[in-house]
């Protein structure tokens, strides 16, 4: 059974930094992709940024330059680094993780989310 669990959110101002932690718990699961999505209140989801297998990035326009997102495969956990947040970067973060368990089956894996606040 895979789990993903984030961690790392909170109440910060404008400007400074955060760092979320994503971790995955399941042996036999191979991570392909992982990625962050966040919801602001009364917004649609969407998504933050992902990192493939080999390092491949991606990331929402509206966070370019100023999140990095990166993983460590041996101790499967990803990261979402966060630098000059504004207030509309607030809402609930949530890891994702996409893989196959026993190299086999594939598998979508979500955790519950954490919350970033940004004040200004």
């Known amino acids: 059974q895979v789990q993903v669990m984030e961690s790392g959110g909170g109440l910060v101002q404008a400007g400074e930094s955060l760092r979320l932690s994503c971790t995955v718990s399941?042996?036999?699961?191979?991570?392909?992709?992982m990625g962050w999505y966040r919801q602001a209140p009364g917004k649609q989801r969407e998504l933050v940024g992902s990192i493939s297998r080999d390092g491949t990035t991606q990331y929402s326009d509206g966070v370019k330059g100023r999140f990095i997102v990166s993983r460590s495969n041996f101790e499967r956990t990803g990261y979402l680094q966060m630098n000059s947040l504004k207030s509309e970067d607030t809402g609930v973060y949530s890891c994702?993780?996409?893989?196959?368990?026993?190299?086999?089956?594939?598998?979508?894996?979500w955790g519950q989310g954490t919350q970033v606040t940004v004040s200004s």
């Open positions: 399941g042996s036999t699961f191979t991570i392909t992709t």
């Open positions: 994702y993780v996409r893989g196959y368990v026993g190299g086999i089956r594939y598998s979508e894996d």
